[in-house]
């Protein structure tokens, strides 16, 4: 079965700096790897996906996120962050097996600081 | 742009109403989900639907019920509303493809007085 780790539940980090949002999966098939951004009191948008070919993924707003098999991660990074960038940021996992269903991790908090 | 509708955005609500969300997809997909999130909290899967006359209960145990008469629409009901289903509510909808991502709709914010 599949799941997903979020490392961290909160990340604070000042304006213009980077950032990094771990997230590692537990699969033994092919998978596909989403993640999400949630600002407050709205649904989630599509950053970015991993569905194959090259593991490092550009995203919207300057996000971009690197599949690592052999460490069952997706790490989603930015390297200057806004204001703006304040949000919930959900990693997904979708298989084959799973009857199509993405799982969700718990989620990562964002807050940016000037 | 959105293109899955959930209306309404917020609701507040009295102990022991009953209360429909409705959701609209125009996308047509066959594959749609309801999640539940507490504020601040992760996403739970409580119905989804594989199309027409299809639903399924998800990962989490949920009071409410659902109903996929047409592929566009998949309201959720709940009988009898309760202060425990304070909760945001959050339609999605996928292709058929296993690497289709989720569209999510804005979500609807219940608070059940």
């Known amino acids: 079965a599949q799941s997903v780790t979020q490392l961290d539940s909160q990340v604070p980090v000042f304006e213009e700096a980077p950032v990094e949002l771990r997230c590692n999966y537990s699969?033994?098939?092919?998978?596909?790897l989403f993640w999400y951004v949630q600002y407050p009191n709205q649904g989630l948008q599509l950053l970015l996906k991993?569905?194959?070919?090259?593991?490092l993924v550009k995203g919207i707003n300057g996000f971009e996120a690197e599949f690592n098999k052999s460490q069952t991660s997706f790490h989603l990074r930015k390297p200057s962050v806004h204001i703006s960038d304040t949000a919930e940021y959900f990693c997904a996992v979708s298989e084959e097996a799973a009857g199509n269903k993405l799982t969700f991790g718990g989620g990562t908090r964002v807050l940016v600081k000037p | 742009e959105a293109d899955i509708y959930q209306t309404p955005r917020y609701l507040v609500i009295g102990t022991g109403k009953k209360i429909t969300l409705e959701c609209s997809q125009t996308m047509g997909h066959d594959k749609m989900y309801w999640y539940q999130q507490d504020p601040g909290m992760e996403l739970h899967l409580i119905h989804y639907s594989y199309g027409v006359n299809s639903t399924e209960k998800g990962d989490l145990s949920s009071e409410s019920t659902v109903s996929r008469i047409r592929t566009e629409h998949f309201p959720l009901t709940l009988e009898s509303a309760r202060p425990s289903h304070t909760s945001q509510y959050l339609c999605a909808s996928r292709g058929d493809r296993y690497n289709s991502p989720l569209h999510f709709g804005n979500g609807t914010r219940l608070t059940v007085t």
């Open positions: 991993y569905l194959s070919g090259s593991t």
């Open positions: 699969s033994s098939v092919s998978v596909y």
